[in-house]
């Protein structure tokens, strides 16, 4: 299946892409599809325990299972002031 990352702010800029278009397995999960964007670049490892996650939109736990079309958002944490 098909999925849409969407990578913002200091994850965008590691990689040098703001969507990156993935195939994955069916019932892949977002860890599933974050090992994989790890796996592919490296330099993101770093920030694997600040990542913040949403699944169209809306926030989402790691363990979420994909379908496809889904998009995945990887944001940074959210600070205020």
Do not use: C, Q, W
Request: glycine fraction near 8%.
């Amino acid at each position: 299946m098909r999925i849409r990352l969407k990578l913002f702010a200091t994850f965008r800029e590691v990689v040098g892409e703001r969507d990156i278009v993935m195939e994955v397995e069916a019932r892949s999960t977002v860890e599933d599809v974050v090992t994989e964007l790890l796996g592919t670049y490296p330099k993101l490892k770093v920030h694997k325990d600040s990542m913040i996650y949403s699944v169209n939109k809306e926030y989402a736990d790691s363990s979420e299972t994909l379908s496809d079309g889904d998009e995945v958002g990887i944001l940074p944490p959210v600070t205020g002031g």
